[in-house]
């Protein structure tokens, strides 16, 4: 299916190609400003500094000659039209989770994060070093996208609730924010899943829209003080052992970029990548000191909540697998994964764990 086709013959096409050509990039001696519209807040914690620390990067190793202007959540499109806004020409690029967009496709998921998936680590080694980064491209231009990781949260955390949870059965009607694969689950499990934009996520807190909520982890989720409205705190879930954040390029604009520029794109978004991971992992042990002292109790879900979040995680994969191009995502990612795990668990696992107990 070419994307870029259908939208080129169809009447929002037809309005697409003229909003194109009305927004054409502005170039002032031979310079020229891409717009990046972005599904976060401007100023939230983490993932709205990859978006900016991705568009100061491209500028600074193009000495200029590609200028972003980036746009927070609601000042061009909604968080949750930036996917839209850039297949049809309105936007140059946009940074975003793309489990955000598993309408498009499901496929999307695997490069932000998935149930029982990828931590950060074996993300960036199969997207770099194995056909992550061809998978992504093949999926990308069904949708007329040239994308790349720019970010990543590292392992993200159960989530914020009003009441302990000691059972699968809590999740039976519980108001909870989850987007992507891991909402379906939660949703299998007879919760009432919300997929907010992470601006408005405080509000529908503080207001009883939802009961509960996964954000990021303690310094982002800090940032953003759920810890004044819920007190029981996961600090472990299964949605998103890493949650991987995109910068995707409408195609032609990509196309129209000389191969310097292109390189100073890619080479920014992966230096964003590890700068964002570093920053988290950099902050989240503090905060988690300080949300203890300020009264949060920090938890693990029972392993029968571990269990029924396994069990539905498969039967949702299992309707996803008549997708062919899903199918062969979720296969080459769990190989991957598979991979990289046994070293990981046979090296920087155990040495950990006997650092934990030998070095104080």
Same mark, same amino acid.
């Given at each position: ?51 900016? /620390? ?176 819920? /007190? ?94 899903? /199918? ?33």
């Amino acid at each position: 299916m070419d994307r870029r086709s259908f939208l080129k013959s169809s009447a929002l096409g037809g309005s697409a190609v003229a909003a194109t050509s009305l927004a054409a990039p502005a170039y002032a001696q031979g310079k020229r400003t891409l717009t990046m519209v972005t599904s976060w807040a401007r100023g939230l914690a983490g993932v709205f500094d990859a978006a900016q /620390k991705t568009a100061e990067n491209i500028t600074a190793a193009t000495d200029g000659q590609l200028s972003i202007d980036v746009k927070a959540s609601g000042e061009l499109v909604g968080a949750f039209e930036v996917f839209d806004a850039v297949t049809a020409g309105q936007a140059d690029m946009y940074h975003a989770a793309d489990y955000y967009f598993v309408g498009q496709h499901p496929g999307f998921a695997f490069f932000t994060g998935v149930p029982f998936g990828m931590t950060a680590t074996e993300l960036n080694n199969w997207y770099y070093h194995g056909n992550g980064a061809a998978m992504y491209d093949k999926l990308g231009e069904i949708f007329g996208l040239k994308s790349f990781l720019a970010g990543n949260t590292s392992t993200q955390a159960g989530g914020w609730f009003r009441n302990e949870i000691t059972s699968p059965a809590d999740f039976n009607g519980l108001k909870f924010r989850m987007p992507g694969l891991g909402g379906k689950v939660l949703g299998a499990m007879g919760a009432s899943v919300q997929n907010l934009p992470g601006g408005e996520v405080y509000q529908a807190l503080s207001s009883g829209a939802i009961d509960g909520t996964e954000w990021i982890g303690p310094w982002a989720d800090e940032k953003a003080g759920f810890q004044e409205i819920a /007190k029981y705190y996961y600090t472990a879930g299964f949605h998103e052992p890493a949650a991987g954040l995109a910068v995707a390029l409408n195609r032609d604009v990509w196309d129209s970029l000389t191969p310097s520029q292109q390189a100073a794109v890619e080479i920014s978004s992966a230096h964003a990548n590890v700068w964002n991971t570093s920053q988290y992992l950099n902050n989240n042990g503090a905060a988690l000191q300080r949300l203890q002292a300020s009264g949060v109790q920090v938890s693990q879900f029972p392993d029968s909540v571990w269990d029924a979040f396994a069990s539905a995680s498969k039967t949702m994969y299992e309707e996803f697998m008549p997708d062919e191009l899903f /199918k062969e995502i979720y296969d080459d990612y769990n190989a991957s994964m598979k991979s990289s795990s046994g070293w990981i668990t046979a090296s920087i696992s155990t040495y950990r764990e006997q650092r934990d107990r030998v070095w104080t």
